[in-house]
C-alpha cells in the first residue's frame, strides 16, 4: 500500500486534498502517514490546526499533523487571506483546539523526524504549499528515500496568478524554490497551466454535498466553499472555484490519467519583478540534466469521478475507523 506525507496549507483546494486523502486512507487504498504544515495561504500554527481539524471531522484524528518552518527562507511571509479568508478556510472558523489537544500535538515528533520516518518507510511526498519545509530538508538530508516528490507550484512559461509570470506558492518562497530545483532531486510538478483547469463550481458542490450525505464536514463546506467562489468571481474567473492541491493528490498517485514532459525547472529569487518566476527549459539551452517532470496535461473529468468515489468512500460507514 502506497504511504504518503502531505506538506500543506490549508486553505481550501488543500482542506479538499485532505478529504481526498482521508477517503483514500479510510478505504485502504493509502497510509496517510502523517501531514505537515507550511506558512503560506495562512500563518504556519494555523494550517496546522486547519488541517488537524478537518482530519478530525474525518475521523482520522490519529494521523499525526505537525506545524514546519514558520516563515519562508530569506523574505518575509505574506499570506493570502483574500483568496482562502482570515483562518484560511473561508467565512469558517475552526474551533480552537483544547489545551490536552495542543500538548497531545508537541509531544509528538518534530516535522523533520516525521519527514525522516516517511522517507525511510519509501513514502510518496506530496507538497501543496511553498516549498520551504522541502528545501530545508532536501538541504540538510537529501532527497533519498521518498518514492516520489510532487509540487503543487509555478507557472511554467506561463502567466502567473500572483503577478505577472509568479504563482503564489513560488512567489511566497522564491529562495526555496531556486534551492530545491538546484538540489540533487527529481520531482513532479503541477503548476498552475494545469491545476487551474480543475474547477469546482456550485452545481459540481452540490453534488459533492449530496455524495457526503451526513457526513459532519456538510455543515461547513457551504461557508467554506462559498468564500472560494467569491474570490474566483472578484478574479473574473466566474463563481467557481480553482482546485489546485486536489489535481496534485490524484496525480502523485496516479489516480488520474496525466501527461508529462522531462525537463529541467528553474526558479527566480533575486530580482524583485521577476520574483518566484518559473521556467523551464524546454530546447535544453542550459545545458543541465533534468530534474523534473512537468505534467502537461490531466484528464479532467476522471478528476472529478475520482474526487466523487473518494468522496463516496469517504462517507461510507463501511470504512469508519474505530
Ligand atoms: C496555490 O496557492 C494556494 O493559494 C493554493 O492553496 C494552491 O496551493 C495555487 O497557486
Ligand atoms: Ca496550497
Known sequence: MKKVLLDCDPGIDDALALMYLAGLHRAGEISLSGVTTTA????????????????????LGEVPVQAGESAP????????????????LGYFSPPAPASTDLAAAQEQETWQEMWKAAAAAGAHLIVTGPVTNLARY???????????????????????????????????????????????????????????????????????????NRHPLTA???????????????????????????????I??????????????????????????????????????????????ADIEAAHREFSRALKLLASPENAVS
Open 252 to 297: 502523485a498517485l496516479g489516480t488520474v490519467p496525466y501527461e508529462a514532459m522531462e525537463t529541467t525547472v528553474a526558479v527566480e529569487a533575486q530580482s524583485q519583478l521577476l520574483r518566484g518566476t518559473s521556467v523551464a527549459d524546454l530546447r535544453g539551452h542550459w545545458n543541465r540534466p533534468a530534474n523534473c517532470a512537468v505534467v502537461t496535461g
Open 138 to 212: 532536501v538541504d540538510s538530508a537529501g532527497a533519498a528515500g521518498f518514492s516520489s516528490i510532487t509540487i503543487m507550484g509555478g507557472a511554467i512559461n506561463y502567466r502567473g496568478n500572483t503577478t505577472p509570470t509568479a504563482e503564489w506558492n513560488f512567489w511566497v518562497d522564491p529562495d526555496a524554490a531556486r534551492s530545491f530545483f538546484e538540489a540533487p532531486a527529481h520531482s513532479t510538478l503541477c503548476s498552475l497551466e494545469v491545476t487551474e483547469r480543475f474547477l469546482v463550481d456550485p452545481q459540481r458542490f452540490e453534488s459533492m454535498l449530496e455524495i457526503l
Open 220 to 250: 461547513v463546506l457551504p461557508e467554506i466553499l462559498r468564500f472560494y467562489f467569491e474570490f474566483h468571481e472578484k478574479q473574473g474567473e466566474g463563481y467557481q472555484a480553482q482546485i489546485h492541491d486536489l489535481l496534485t493528490c490524484m
Open 40 to 59: 503560506g495561504n495562512v500563518g504556519v500554527k494555523q494550517t496546522a490546526l486547519n488541517a488537524a481539524w478537518i482530519l478530525e471531522q474525518c475521523g
Open 73 to 88: 527562507l530569506v523574505v518575509d511571509l505574506v499570506t493570502t487571506p483574500e483568496t482562502h479568508g482570515p483562518e484560511g
